[in-house]
């Protein structure tokens, strides 16, 4: 079975730091995708990254990029440059394979910018 | 504007009265999915729908019930809620093979309380 595991239940960072949230997983799968989730205190779900099993780069989207360590079966994702805008609940999740739909979510990380 | 669409955003009913959470996409999104969202757990996945008429069970399936009978329509029923039924539900959707490119659309989500 697939599972996720987030350690940080929270964290706390001063503006225009970069910060790295944890994200390890564990799946027999040789194929999967990770994905990570913002989720602001509105409560709405917003995709942010995504990375496939067999990528070889490191994914990246503007300030955000997952580190990706296959070997360590981890997917941290980092934030370059915080904003007080990035204060959210953040959750890592995965697939079964690359194009499955199930997501398998962590507990998430309550990230705290501080000014 | 391509959203997937909850109602009602909140929700207060007393235990064993029927409800309905209703959920629509305008994106043609063959594959649907209702999560629940509870403190120190993630997102744990309730039903889901590959098509029309084709649904199945996800981790949590206990005192809910889906129906598909129309593509874009996927709503979650509680015959007889119970206050363990206390969360907060999404619905998401995605292309079938396209969940790893796009991320999965999540509706705002509905905060329901059972008393």
């Known amino acids: 079975a697939q599972k996720i595991t987030q350690t940080q239940p929270g964290m706390f960072v001063q503006e225009k730091e970069a910060v790295t949230l944890d994200c390890t997983y564990d799946?027999?799968?040789?194929?999967?995708?990770l994905f990570w989730y913002k989720q602001p205190s509105s409560g709405e779900m917003i995709f942010l990254i995504y990375q496939g099993s067999y990528d070889q780069q490191n994914a990246t989207e503007g300030r955000y990029s997952l580190n990706f360590q296959k070997a360590r079966k981890s997917a941290n994702l980092v934030i370059s440059a915080s904003q007080l805008g990035d204060s959210a609940m953040y959750f890592c999740a995965m697939s079964k394979h690359q194009g499955a739909q199930k997501l398998v979510f962590g507990q998430g990380t309550r990230l705290t910018i501080n000014p | 504007e391509a959203q997937v669409t909850q109602n009602p955003r909140y929700l207060i009913t007393v235990t064993g009265k029927k409800l309905t959470v209703t959920c629509s996409q305008n994106?043609?999104?063959?594959?649907m999915s209702w999560y629940r969202q509870d403190p120190g757990l993630g997102l744990r996945q309730i039903y889901y729908s590959m098509n029309v008429e084709v649904t199945d069970k996800g981790d949590v399936p206990e005192g809910y019930k889906v129906s598909r009978k129309e593509k874009r329509n996927f709503p979650l029923i509680l015959e007889s809620p119970s206050p363990n039924q206390t969360s907060l539900y999404f619905c998401?959707?995605?292309?079938?093979?396209?969940?790893?490119?796009?991320?999965?659309?999540f509706g705002s989500g509905t905060r329901l309380t059972v008393v």
């Open positions: 994106m043609n999104h063959e594959y």
């Open positions: 799946t027999s799968d040789p194929s999967y995708g």
């Open positions: 998401a959707s995605s292309l079938l093979g396209q969940g790893d490119s796009y991320g999965y659309t």
